[in-house]
């Protein structure tokens, strides 16, 4: 009779214990989501992929405009040797959509160093009636490229933060070139609407017809709410 209930005693503890083994939960795998957990829509990188195409597009064809224009204003200021670099940077961005990653920061870079250049020659600088001409010419390329520019970068912040916690590296790398427009954008649009009011009060000054930077309103450069 011992040995019967040391050997129920035994029988019932190994089946307590296999029981609660079998009972652990696992731990679950993360989805790739917008926050990277379980808990989050996953992320829909075909559409985003498209987005990207369809961003970097416009954003090389805004940059292209600036770029452009900044060529005049920087020749119309005596400073030909500048202009002359920028020639080499939109050629670089005329694949558009399919630009490699490379031109698309060279891009960013060479507008806002570009537009800067021309803007501190303002104050020493008094344009005759070929300059004027010239300057001129650069408005209406500015004017379109400074639109397209805001809207294209402020759509980029929004489709980047979808990506906010995701730490895939196939995503990451599929989606460099819209990662890398959601964070420069935003310094991007800031600077040329601190330009926009330079070049606005120095066409005044000149005596430059300006109608088309009169489309630049101050709350454009401000991400839509």
Do not use: C, H, W
Request: aromatic share 6%; glycine share 8%.
């Amino acid at each position: 009779m011992k040995k019967f209930i040391n050997f129920l005693v035994i029988t019932l503890s190994l089946a307590f214990l296999l029981n609660n083994a079998y009972s652990v939960d696992m731990p679950k795998m993360p989805k790739v989501g917008i926050g990277g957990g379980g808990d989050k829509a996953d992320i829909d990188v075909d559409a985003l992929v498209d987005q990207q195409s369809a961003l970097v597009g416009s954003m090389a064809a805004a940059l292209s405009n600036l770029l452009t224009a900044n060529m005049n204003f920087l020749e119309a200021v005596g400073k030909k040797g500048e202009a002359e670099k920028l020639k080499k940077t939109i050629d670089g961005l005329k694949a558009g959509k399919d630009v490699e990653k490379d031109n698309l920061e060279a891009g960013f870079e060479a507008a806002d160093t570009s537009t800067k250049t021309a803007i501190g020659s303002f104050e020493s600088v008094k344009l005759d009636a070929e300059g004027k001409a010239k300057f001129a010419q650069g408005i209406p390329p500015y004017t379109l490229g400074t639109i397209d520019m805001t809207k294209t970068g402020f759509a980029a912040v929004d489709a980047f933060k979808s990506l906010k916690g995701t730490k895939d590296l196939t995503i990451l790398r599929k989606l460099g070139k819209l990662i890398f427009i959601g964070k420069n954008a935003p310094s991007l649009i800031s600077s040329f609407a601190d330009a926009t009011k330079k070049i606005k009060k120095f066409t005044s000054s000149q005596g430059i017809k300006d109608d088309k930077l009169k489309e630049l309103k101050p709350d454009m450069f401000s991400a839509p709410s």
